[in-house]
Nanobody, 118 residues
Framework: QVQLVESGGGLVQAGGSLRLSCAAS????????MGWFRQAPGKEREFVAG????????DYADSVKGRFTISRDNAKNTVYLQMNVLKAEDTAVYYC???????????WGQGTQVTVSS
């Protein structure tokens, strides 16, 4: 069982930056693929970024490539999402997720709100 707690959301002006953090419980954090997803009002939840494997391979949605960076600190059981050059369309609830590499994400945090004002 993995428990995830996100933090770092808030209100920021367009063009600004935020860093989200996700603290995970458990002793096998390094074995999990970690991801960030988001859900805007009236829209379905969408993938934002993922990180997995010993070499910390990463993947990003096209809409955030070049602006967002996912990283992890296995010693702290924490995954981060650095968000730069934020746009109004990045406004959403951001969720951290964990899963066995190669399988679906099956552990989810409670979400943190990110609001970008234009």
């Amino acid at each position: 069982q993995v428990q995830l707690v996100e933090s770092g959301g808030g209100l920021v002006q367009a063009g600004g930056s935020l860093r989200l953090s996700c603290a995970a419980s458990g002793r096998t954090f390094s074995m999990y693929a970690m991801g960030w997803f988001r859900q805007a009002p009236g829209k379905e939840r969408e993938f934002v970024a993922g990180i997995w494997g010993r070499s910390s391979r990463t993947d990003y949605a096209d809409s955030v490539k070049g602006r967002f960076t996912i990283s992890r600190d296995n010693a702290k059981n924490t995954v981060y999402l650095q968000m730069n050059v934020l746009k109004a369309e990045d406004t959403a609830v951001y969720y951290c997720a964990a899963g066995v590499v190669g399988q679906s994400y099956n552990y989810w945090g409670q979400g943190t709100q990110v609001t970008v004002s234009s």
